[in-house]
Structures are given as structure tokens and as C-alpha cells.
T-cell receptor, first 113, second 116 residues
Framework: GESVGLHLPTLSVQEGDNSIINCAYSNSASDYFIWYKQESGKGPQFIIDIRSNMDKRQGQRVTVLLNKTVKHLSLQIAATQPGDSAVYFC????????????FGDGTTLTVKP | EPEVTQTPSHQVTQMGQEVILRCVPISNHLYFYWYRQILGQKVEFLVSFYNNEISEKSEIFDDQFSVERPDGSNFTLKIRSTKLEDSAMYFCASQSLPGQGRYEQYFGPGTRLTVT
């Protein structure tokens, strides 16, 4: 079956530094990926997405990189702020109308002031 | 900003009892989902619902589970006979029609189900 996983369960950075969170996936047919942010006591929140025909996509302070050759996805957060502290999940979206999300294990990002 | 709401925020039930978890999706959305997250683990897909029927379901979503959209606004998840291992946070999500192949799902705050 398909699986989506993250390299590190925790990441601690200093406020103002850049953060990089990594994710590996196994399904080479995966077509679409999302990064979610989950704050304590809340549901996952969409951050940024990328289709498999792209290798980079930028948002506000966030960039997602996709390397299909090694089936690797990363989320870069520029100038990390305390409000960025959360659990980050990558997810693969099935290429159906249902669009279910298959989540990875999550990386807990802690931003130190 | 519109949001998905869920009730109750916390439900405690005894093993073998039936529970109904309720969700009010965003009003113009057409796709509805239930996910669950066991404490400390990743979020797992349970079921998707579109056009008044189940589109897709996972292995977790067995005969003990059912979903319903009874009145055009609420979206419910029923567990007929709860087991200890059903204890988890349950998230509802909704989505409008995928635009340009994009799937932006909005998640509710979750219902924490504790089965004793």
C-alpha cells in the first residue's frame, strides 16, 4: 500500500531562522501533495500544495519542493516565528474526485524565542 | 471566514454504546470527509461523501461505522457499538469542487472520543 512519512519527528529552531521539514513518499503514482499545519487542539490547516508536474511552489514565507526522482517533499519556512510552532504533516491526495488525504506521521516544530 | 464546526468537543462513552459525532461543513461545499487521529499518531482517512453517497472508505470504516447528511447542513458519523480502540480525535472536513485540480479541504476542530 501507499505510505507517506517524514524523516524527523521533531525539529527545534531559533526564532528568525529558516526551517526545513522533510517528507518521503512511496507511491510513485502520487500526483498531488499538501502540507498541513496542526496546532495543539485544532484540526489540520492547509498550508500549501504542489502538483507532480511542478518541482517548486512558493507561498507567503513557505516554499514546497518536490523531487520525484527520489520521492521526496520538503517544506521550507522562512524567518520562523513562534506562531509557526505546530505539528506539520505532508499528505498525498488520491487522484480521484473524492480527493482523500493520506497523511504522513508528522514533524513537531518548536520555535525557541 | 466560514469554518467547519463539530459537536461535541469531547464525548465519553462506554464500550458497546452507540455514538453520533456531528459536523456542520462550510455551506457551499460539496465533498465531506471524516478522519481520525489516535493520540500521538498521524491523521487517518475514514470516509468521503459526495452527492449523498459514500465515494470512498478505508479499511477502518467497517460495518460499525456509518455516515449521513440528514438535512443538507449536518454531516454525521455514527459508531454503532464502540470499542476501546475507537478512542481518538475525529475530524470532519469539507471541500468545494476541486478547482484546477486543487483539493483544499477545511478541517473542523475535532471531537475527542473516549471509550471506557
Amino acid at each position: 500500500g501507499e505510505s507517506v512519512g517524514l524523516h524527523l519527528p521533531t525539529l527545534s529552531v531559533q526564532e528568525g531562522d529558516n526551517s526545513i521539514i522533510n517528507c518521503a513518499y512511496s507511491n510513485s503514482a502520487s500526483d498531488y501533495f499538501i502540507w498541513y499545519k496542526q496546532e495543539s487542539g485544532k484540526g489540520p490547516q492547509f498550508i500549501i500544495d504542489i502538483r507532480s508536474n511542478m518541482d517548486k511552489r512558493q507561498g507567503q514565507r513557505v516554499t514546497v519542493l518536490l523531487n520525484k526522482t527520489v520521492k521526496h517533499l520538503s517544506l521550507q519556512i522562512a524567518a520562523t516565528q513562534p506562531g509557526d510552532s505546530a505539528v506539520y504533516f505532508c499528505a498525498e491526495i488520491s487522484n480521484t474526485n473524492a480527493g482523500k488525504s493520506t497523511f504522513g506521521d508528522g514533524t513537531t516544530l518548536t520555535v525557541k524565542p | 471566514e466560514p469554518e467547519v464546526t463539530q459537536t461535541p468537543s469531547h464525548q465519553v462513552t462506554q464500550m458497546g454504546q452507540e455514538v453520533i459525532l456531528r459536523c456542520v461543513p462550510i455551506s457551499n461545499h460539496l465533498y465531506f470527509y471524516w478522519y481520525r487521529q489516535i493520540l500521538g499518531q498521524k491523521v487517518e482517512f475514514l470516509v468521503s461523501f459526495y452527492n449523498n453517497e459514500i465515494s470512498e472508505k478505508s479499511e477502518i470504516f467497517d460495518d460499525q461505522f456509518s455516515v449521513e447528511r440528514p438535512d443538507g447542513s449536518n454531516f454525521t458519523l455514527k459508531i454503532r457499538s464502540t470499542k476501546l480502540e475507537d478512542s481518538a480525535m475525529y475530524f470532519c472536513a469539507s471541500q468545494s469542487l476541486p478547482g484546477q485540480g486543487r483539493y483544499e479541504q477545511y478541517f473542523g476542530p475535532g471531537t475527542r472520543l473516549t471509550v471506557t
